[in-house]
């Protein structure tokens, strides 16, 4: 897992990477604008923390797309670049998860380790914090909050949920912070993207059938 991650230092240079080489690598610029349906907002925060926020409406209700967030065992069978998510023991009897994301750029691999304490608050919120894992910090939360969509009537749906993820994320000198914030926008658009495409598989007129 280490050596992983120092594959990203640069040899005699500190961590951090500029724009122009993000760009290099085929990263986005900037994702405020809406992407497949998805709105990622960069937050401020001081020196190498980002706070990164993204919001998408899914055309089913809060109850159901809160049954795919913490089915927390099957997470990596359809969030992209997430290779492992399991519950795990917790010492007071709480939600505890472990999680491994993995991108790759050019031939270079990062993965990166979290545990994970979750704290639910049905069905409008669940915050998590890292314990353990190769940031230095990571936390954040979900929130639900129903929504009269436009399209609704043509879509068939009677309940929409609006689905926020909010990040609070620091790296270690290791990883490079301006590449490391626009693969995390980029990944939110995927992510979240395929939360909506996992409710259409499980509750869509299709799934019905």
Same mark, same amino acid.
């Given at each position: ?29 900037? /994702? ?15 020196? !190498?923390?980002?706070?990164? $926020? ?15 967030? @913490?089915?927390?065992?099957? /997470?990596?069978? &359809? ?25 790759? /750029? ?6 990166? !380790? ?7 608050? %049905?069905?409008?919120?669940?915050? %998590? ?5 190769? &940031? ?6 979900? @929130? ?5 969509? /436009? ?20 790296? =270690? !000198? @290791?990883? =490079? ?5 626009? !693969? ?18 499980? %509750?869509? $007129? @299709?799934?019905?059938?």
């Amino acid at each position: 897992m280490n050596t992983e991650l120092n594959q990203w230092t640069t040899e005699g240079e500190g961590a951090e990477i500029d724009d122009g080489l993000a760009a290099a690598f085929g990263l986005p610029e900037s /994702l405020s604008e809406s992407a497949q349906g998805v709105e990622v907002q960069t937050v401020c925060a001081e020196g !190498r923390q980002r706070q990164i $926020c993204a919001k998408i409406q899914i055309p089913y209700s809060i109850e159901q797309v809160w049954q795919i967030l @913490t089915d927390y065992d099957r /997470l990596a069978d &359809f969030i992209p670049n997430l290779t492992k998510s399991c519950k795990i023991a917790h010492p007071q009897g709480g939600i505890r998860i472990e999680q491994v994301g993995t991108q790759s /750029l050019l031939k270079l691999k990062f993965c990166a !380790r979290v545990v994970l304490d979750m704290v639910e608050q %049905f069905p409008h919120q669940i915050d %998590f914090c890292m314990i353990e894992g190769d &940031f230095k910090q990571f936390s954040g939360s979900w @929130t639900l909050q129903p929504v009269a969509a /436009l399209g609704a009537v043509e879509t068939r749906a009677e309940a929409w949920t609006e689905l926020c993820y909010m990040i609070v994320v620091l790296p =270690p !000198r @290791t990883m =490079p912070i301006g590449m490391i914030e626009k !693969r995390l926008k980029s990944g939110l658009v995927t992510n979240l993207s395929a939360i909506r495409d996992r409710a259409d598989m499980l %509750f869509g $007129c @299709t799934a019905a059938e």
